[in-house]
C-alpha cells in the first residue's frame, strides 16, 4: 500500500491534523465524526523502551480526548503488521498507558483491540 500523507480539517478542533496512511485517514474521521471527541492530536508523545537488544520508540498515531474528560490512545496499524514482534511490544506500553488510565485503541482495516483505561479488555 503506498503511503499517504496529509492533513485533513477537523471540525472538532476547528484545526489541521495529520494522518500518515489512508487507514489513519480514516480513524480521524471517526473520531472527528464522535459527539463524544471534544480534542485531537496527531503523534502526540513518544514512547521509548529497550527490549533487551536496542532501544526503540513509538509515537502512537493520535490522543483524543472526550467530553467527560477521559482519553483515549491510537494506534493504526495494517491487519499483517498488528501481528508482528514490534507491534506487540507497542502494545505492551499501551497496555502500560491502560493500567495508568488511559483507554487504547490499536486498529486495522479488520482489526481493534482495546485496552480499557486501568486494565485489559
Not at 485533513?8 to 480514516?26: C, I, K, N, P
Not at 491510537?74 to 506487540?88: F, M, S, Y
Amino acid at each position: 500500500m503506498p503511503r499517504i500523507v496529509g492533513w485533513y480539517w477537523a471540525a472538532t478542533t476547528g484545526q489541521h491534523v495529520g494522518f500518515e496512511s489512508w487507514l489513519e485517514r480514516d480513524r480521524l474521521l471517526l473520531l472527528d465524526f464522535d459527539p463524544k471527541v471534544t480534542g485531537i492530536a496527531s503523534q502526540p508523545f513518544w514512547l521509548y523502551w529497550h527490549d533487551g537488544e536496542r532501544e526503540r520508540r513509538h509515537a502512537p498515531d493520535y490522543f483524543a480526548r472526550h467530553a467527560d474528560g477521559s482519553a483515549v490512545v491510537v494506534g493504526v496499524r495494517t491487519d499483517e503488521r498488528i501481528a508482528t514482534l514490534p507491534t506487540l511490544f507497542h502494545l505492551l506500553w499501551l497496555r502500560e498507558l491502560a493500567v495508568n488510565g488511559l483507554a487504547v485503541e490499536l486498529m486495522g482495516p479488520r482489526t481493534v483491540v482495546s485496552l480499557a483505561a486501568g486494565g485489559a479488555q
